[in-house]
């Protein structure tokens, strides 16, 4: 974000705008919140984001176990998502191994 409030300031006010908007209109406690972007950051690996909601799902009112019972759940339903992904990819195994499905990166 620090090119982007350099280089085009005008996007990052209108991220600060939808951050108050989101603050305005929540419809969730604040720890509710924490957790769910304290999930997202793990997802998205963003390190500030996870330092950011772990913090703040603390100081919200979370205890250390409740924050790794969602860090298990992000790892669980991670895996099962790319579990499924993958087997759907590669559900024609036999056919790749048999050199009949091509991919469309290959020259």
């Known amino acids: 974000m620090r090119m982007l409030a350099e280089f085009f ?29 304290f999930a997202l950051s793990i ?12 913090k703040g799902a603390l100081d ?17 339903e991670a895996a099962g998502a790319d579990d499924c992904w993958t087997h759907d990819v590669i559900g ?3 056919e790749i191994i048999a050199g009949n499905v091509k991919c469309s990166c290959e020259k």
Do not use: N
């Open 9 to 37: 300031p005008e996007f990052s006010a209108k991220l600060d705008e939808m951050d108050a908007l989101y603050q305005e209109k929540r419809f969730i406690d604040e720890k509710t919140y924490q957790f769910i972007c």
């Open 92 to 94: 024609d195994w036999r």
């Open 60 to 76: 919200a009112g979370a205890t250390t176990q409740e924050l790794a019972y969602i860090l298990a759940l992000v790892m669980r």
């Open 43 to 54: 997802k998205a690996r963003s390190k500030p984001c996870v330092l950011k909601h772990f």
